[in-house]
């Protein structure tokens, strides 16, 4: 990996790199809808945060300024909203095949990168990349969609205000009915200072 200037950017309040949390989020949110509320009401005891949205029907999640979602998105956003005060940032974008256009940002992703969920709805998530983002990070985030591979990758991104920061950015891939990925869901939070890479 590239040659990152000095972390800045990382304050008291951001989401984590926790990858324990991370694992079982990624399992609960690649698990059948009973099995996610289970695990999910789990990692909310657990970790401390509020999951009461999982028990909201599907059509109770905003989805104002996104064209007609599919029912496959709907409830992969229902997904999304339900974790919308996880501790560690969650994002939904898709469809794959326009780019990857952001259809929900949980909270902890709001608060990492300083923009609104309406800055960030329907853009790539590209726009936190800047001058110093390492093109082997960026290579390696691009060879996994391309593949269809699940990736963490380590890349310097930038926050609404300009100031850079490392985030650790986790891609999971969904299929949908044929086997195509059609959405991910990507994790993410920035690497305090004193971490190593």
């Known amino acids: ?24 989020i990624q399992d609960a949110l690649t698990a059948d ?11 909310a005891a657990n970790h401390g945060f509020s ?18 979602p599919s ?21 939904l ?5 326009r780019d990857n256009p952001l259809l929900y940002a949980n909270r902890a992703t709001r608060q990492l990168t300083g923009y609104s969920l309406g800055e960030l709805t329907g853009t790539n998530l590209r726009q936190l990349q800047g001058p110093q983002t390492d093109p082997e990070s960026v290579a390696r985030l691009r060879t996994a969609i391309r593949n269809w591979n699940a990736t963490t990758v380590d890349i310097l991104n930038y926050h609404s205000d300009g100031t850079p920061f490392t ?3 986790s891609l999971v891939p969904v299929l949908d009915a044929t086997g195509t990925v059609e959405h991910w869901f990507g994790m993410q939070a920035a690497v305090p200072d004193d971490e190593e890479a």
């Open 1 to 24: 990996m590239g040659v990152h200037p000095k972390r800045t950017g990382v304050d008291d309040g951001q989401p984590r790199p926790r990858p324990a949390l991370r694992t079982a």
């Open 33 to 43: 809808r009973e099995s996610f509320r289970t695990a999910v009401g789990r990692l």
């Open 51 to 68: 999951a009461d949205r999982r028990f909201a029907p599907v059509n109770e999640v905003e989805t104002t300024g996104l064209e007609t």
């Open 71 to 91: 029912d496959s998105a709907k409830r992969l956003l229902w997904r999304a909203w339900v974790l919308d005060a996880a501790p560690i940032g969650i994002v």
């Open 93 to 97: 974008t898709g469809s794959a095949y």
């Open 167 to 169: 985030n650790r950015v």
